[in-house]
């Protein structure tokens, strides 16, 4: 009897030391946001919400038994620094999974490295699509679930006639871009009446811009714009307009990148009726939003302080990776991966995000115009959207679609039914 024991205990033993650790104590959770730099305005509220999620999961009592311990670093709103960092994140720290980044400069010099060695990331903000990477889950909207609904809201609910495309010299504003004036002009819209102009980040001196985005508008046609500025540079945008005396019923402006946080250092009672597409605002009334919003201010210790878009990204994105890490029983990054397809979490604007097999979420799109005191009323509100990777409106990506699960791919080819690499010109 006691042999059979010991025999039984070897075994256990030997099988346990054969099998992969489930997770090391404590789970190490890398945050990668700019504090400071041109971006700071909008990361670092993205780095004090994932502080606070992280908080709140160790109150539950952790992962898999394990408390979480947030790597907080600042890329400075430095593109290669993105790329060191995530690199010293997973080979010095060790950490299990990273959330972090805003622009897509940021993301794309830092996707290599995450290949290379198999990192897990969450990236939390609109951005242009043209993307689908093994080990990238995109919890912020694809263009279909931001870009495509805001152009259309202008078309059919304002009627603009004239569009002036607004946006930052990066790979984020031009792709998107490319993919909205082919749309625009599926849509009928001239070529003439379509006005692109790209700054550099930090951008101050807007007057002789916003003078050629009223002189669009000469003809008597209606000019909206539709902006993918960036950073601090959309305090001198709104400046300028409002000095100039544009208001949102002359000349409507649709942001990409401006919400809650960006507003709040503004004079927002010049820019009342001005529109922001996505797929939260502060001001959705729903108990879930209520909750959050407390829970944001008790952590903050500031009533003041707003929520945003990518902060509800981060909140489904980072949830959804607890329930992943528990339903695969480790945070060994194949196996989350694989538990992260299908996981569903609650928006907190109501009803279901849903993580589909292109590592992109299910979301509503919101439509929210700006009020006096910086919050936005919501105008218009979708069911949940399904992210798409490519667009149908590029040449380059018509065909092209996206599956980790079925065909271990994300770039396949319909046409030639297999999985291919793309060359973009953005």
């Not at 912020?140 to 569009?163: K, M, R």
């Not at 550099?200 to 002789?208: L, M, Q, V």
């Amino acid at each position: 009897m006691v042999k059979k024991s010991l025999l039984s205990t070897v075994a256990a033993t030997t099988l346990l030391a054969a099998a992969p650790a489930l997770a090391d104590c404590p789970i190490q959770v890398g945050v990668l946001h700019s504090l400071s730099g041109s971006m700071a305005i909008s990361e670092t509220t993205l780095r004090d919400v994932m502080l606070m999620l992280i908080d709140q999961q160790n109150a539950k009592g952790g992962v898999l038994g394990c408390e979480l311990e947030a790597v907080v670093v600042d890329p400075a709103s430095d593109w290669p620094l993105f790329a060191e960092l995530t690199r010293q994140l997973l080979t010095v720290n060790e950490v299990d999974v990273i959330f972090g980044a805003w622009t897509s400069v940021s993301r794309k010099a830092l996707l290599p490295v995450l290949e290379e060695l198999n990192g897990l990331f969450f990236y939390p903000v609109q951005y242009e699509g043209q993307e689908s990477s093994r080990n990238v889950f995109y919890t912020g909207a694809a263009p279909n679930q931001q870009a495509i609904p805001a152009v259309d809201y202008f078309l059919e609910e304002l009627g603009v006639e004239s569009f002036a495309l607004l946006g930052t010299d990066y790979v984020y504003p031009r792709t998107t871009n490319a993919i909205l004036e082919a749309y625009l002009l599926d849509k009928g819209i001239a070529a003439e009446d379509i006005f692109v102009n790209y700054t550099p980040f930090g951008h101050a001196d807007w007057s002789t811009i916003v003078s050629d985005v009223i002189a669009l508008g000469a003809g008597g046609k209606q000019v909206g714009v539709i902006s993918t500025i960036n950073g601090d540079a959309n305090i001198g945008f709104y400046t300028e307009l409002a000095a100039q005396g544009v208001s949102a019923d002359d000349i409507p402006v649709v942001a990409f990148s401006v919400g809650e946080e960006e507003l709040s250092g503004l004079d927002t009672s010049r820019l009342v009726g001005h529109l922001a597409a996505w797929n939260y605002f502060m001001s959705a009334d729903t108990e879930a939003n209520e909750e959050f919003i407390a829970a944001w201010h008790e952590f903050i210790g500031d009533e003041a302080r707003v929520t945003n878009d990518p902060m509800e990204a981060h909140y489904i994105g980072f949830n959804m990776w607890v329930n992943a890490v528990e339903a695969a029983g480790t945070t060994d990054v194949d196996a989350v991966r694989e538990a992260m397809w299908g996981q569903e979490f609650p928006n907190l604007t109501g009803g279901m995000a849903v993580m589909n097999t292109n590592h992109h979420l299910s979301k509503p799109v919101l439509i929210g115009e700006i009020r006096a005191d910086g919050q936005f009323d919501i105008i218009s509100q979708t069911d949940e959207v399904p992210g798409e990777a490519w667009s149908p409106f590029l040449e380059e990506s018509a065909t092209l679609t996206s599956d980790w699960q079925v065909l271990g791919c994300g770039m396949y080819d319909t046409a030639t039914e297999s999985c291919v690499q793309l060359t973009s010109n953005y």
